[in-house]
């Protein structure tokens, strides 16, 4: 989506109601500042092994540092994955390969 279009679409919302006069301008920054909150590659640009949050590797500490959700419940996942699927150890092994450390 191009600037243009997310600044009319910005308008359209804040017209609505749905953002209020201060959330449309620091959205409208942002936005022209070039930093879009939804950009998806920059936020995969920011993912990285944590180095406080970790067990093996750092990998769910990362993962929750990423996401807001806490380490555990992404160990958790990483564990009923391996149990039921079976992929869950090989998704963290190519994680802790190819995602740098944080640091």
Known sequence: MSVSEELKRLH??????????EE?????????????????ATEV?????SRNDQWIAGVCGGIAKQT?????????????FT???????????LLWIFVPMDE
């Open 24 to 40: 449309f301008a620091r959205a409208k920054e942002k936005l022209l500042q070039g930093s879009p909150s939804s950009d998806f």
């Open 68 to 80: 807001g959700i806490e380490s555990w419940i992404w160990r958790l996942i990483f564990v009923l």
């Open 12 to 21: 359209e919302l804040h017209q609505a109601g749905a953002l209020s006069d």
């Open 83 to 93: 149990a039921t699927v079976g992929f869950g150890v090989l998704a963290y092994i």
């Open 45 to 49: 640009g920011k993912f990285r092994r």
